[in-house]
């Protein structure tokens, strides 16, 4: 990362009496002689969530299983990623056991239109899986059944918008989803 002053470690900084304190998400980087904290998505680092979650294989792979067992019971799926990395990846994954005809990627840069024709598909097709980021932004998908929360979550605002993405009022039969999540742990 950048210089640290000695006994700190990256994402760590003494406070005003000296003592070390972290401070999640960011970098202590040198630049030009000049220190900056640096917002983590913004450096070009090698980061514990790449290798522990987005690239993890078997990690993955057992998402594409809960998918798989999701689709084949014909119930719309959404996987909830927020890497643009990680969602390629899933898309790749998933399908390989999935019909690939059965299964989207949504992101922020496509149009109002592009995502209502989209939310109409994956509310219409039996088994569809559609892997998205777009968990925050206001997505109302009463239909869906099942899902899998592919990133961890640690924030519990965050938490509560995505789980709340499952338990809206269903417009026909039992008002409930069922959704895998991952407790990884980072060291």
Request: include cysteine; hydrophobic fraction near 35%; proline fraction near 4%.
């Amino acid at each position: 990362a950048g210089d640290l002053k000695e006994g700190e470690e990256d994402g760590y900084k003494r406070d005003e009496k000296g003592e070390l304190i972290a401070v999640p998400n960011f970098r202590v980087m040198n630049v030009n002689d000049q220190t900056y904290e640096v917002q983590s998505r913004w450096c070009l680092l090698n980061r514990v969530n790449d290798q522990a979650i987005i690239l993890f294989k078997e990690r993955n792979e057992l998402i594409a299983k809960w998918v798989k067992y999701f689709s084949d019971k014909k119930r719309p799926t959404l996987v909830v990623a927020t890497r643009t990395l990680h969602i390629l990846i899933l898309q790749s994954y998933i399908g390989k056991v999935v019909d690939p005809e059965k299964i989207r990627i949504l992101f922020s840069h496509h149009s109002t239109e592009e995502r209502d024709e989209t939310f109409e598909w994956f509310k219409s097709t039996d088994g569809s899986v559609l892997i998205t980021p777009l968990v925050k932004e206001g997505v109302s998908l009463p239909e869906l059944a099942s899902g899998v929360i592919a990133d961890h979550i640690v924030n519990p605002e965050v938490a509560n918008q995505v789980v709340g993405r499952f338990i809206r009022k269903k417009p026909t039969g039992r008002n409930e989803a069922e959704i895998v999540t991952f407790i990884d742990r980072q060291h």
